[in-house]
């Protein structure tokens, strides 16, 4: 069975950062890479970022230059780093994996950013 489970969310003023991280069981982010999506309340669950088996990074354009997916594979977590986070940041944060044919979700963790 696949659980992702998500922490490192809070709230913080513009400017700053946080570190999200995402820790699988059952499945191998170094096989099957990982991403990041966010959704703000009664908005479409949007992706964020991803990252490969392979290393490779996909960004929203947003967020290019500002977050930094990257993953550890001996602890089979994936981060996300964010900086200069802006009001417009603010959202649910959710981890996810495709693995066989299926796609899997944390549980989710909340980012607010005041201005």
């Known amino acids: 069975q696949v659980r992702l489970v998500e922490s490192g969310g809070g709230s913080v003023q513009s400017g700053g950062s946080l570190r999200l991280s995402c820790a699988a069981s059952?499945?191998?982010?170094?096989?099957?890479?990982g991403a990041w999506y966010r959704q703000v309340l009664g908005k479409e669950r949007d992706l964020v970022a991803q990252?490969?088996?392979?290393?490779?990074?996909v960004y929203e354009d947003a967020v290019k230059g500002r977050f930094t997916i990257s993953r550890d594979w001996p602890k089979n977590t994936i981060y996300l780093q964010m900086n200069s986070l802006k009001p417009e940041d603010t959202a649910a944060y959710y981890c996810?994996?495709?693995?066989?044919?299926?796609?899997?979700w944390g549980r989710g963790t909340q980012v607010t950013v005041s201005p």
């Open positions: 996810n994996a495709r693995f066989r044919g299926a796609s899997y």
């Open positions: 059952g499945m191998m982010f170094s096989r099957n890479g």
């Open positions: 990252i490969t088996g392979d290393g490779n990074t």
